[in-house]
């Protein structure tokens, strides 16, 4: 199953060891994400690191295996979609997301309520996704 994960997920993933981390790596799924997630988490790394309680060390090897199971995709890619994802969403740091998920025909993983407004893309929760994942098994 391909899906686009937006940085709520991959924070979550990040911070606790839960069922998000445990679904994140589940080989069912194939994730992708615009290579600008790369800069938010950058841009949060502190407070991902108070939050989840790992020394850098333990938080470094941690982003380099949830990096490791993520196609990263360039903005360069995603420019041709700008305007479709503008015209679905209004909040532009959204844009990216829906560009990727659109580049690559994928539903989108997120909590972020923006994403709702729109109905040309699919947009799943955690909850949403174990029940997907159960019926894949």
Aim: glycine share 2%; net charge negative; charged share 25%.
């Amino acid at each position: 199953m391909k899906i686009t994960v937006d940085a709520n997920i991959l924070f979550a993933c990040l911070i606790k060891d839960s069922t998000t981390r445990r679904l994140f790596f589940n080989p069912a799924l194939f994730l992708f994400a615009p290579e600008f997630i790369v800069d938010e988490f950058a841009r949060h790394l502190v407070e991902v690191r108070k939050k989840s309680g790992l020394s850098d060390e333990e938080l470094y090897r941690l982003v380099d295996k949830v990096l490791g199971q993520l196609v990263l995709v360039s903005d360069k890619d995603l420019k041709p979609f700008l305007p479709a994802a503008a015209s679905l969403v209004d909040d532009p740091k959204d844009w990216l997301y829906i560009s990727c998920a659109l580049y690559e025909n994928t539903i989108i993983w997120s909590h972020d309520l923006d994403f709702g407004t729109q109905k040309r893309i699919r947009i799943i929760s955690t909850k949403e996704l174990i029940s997907i994942v159960g019926s894949l098994s």
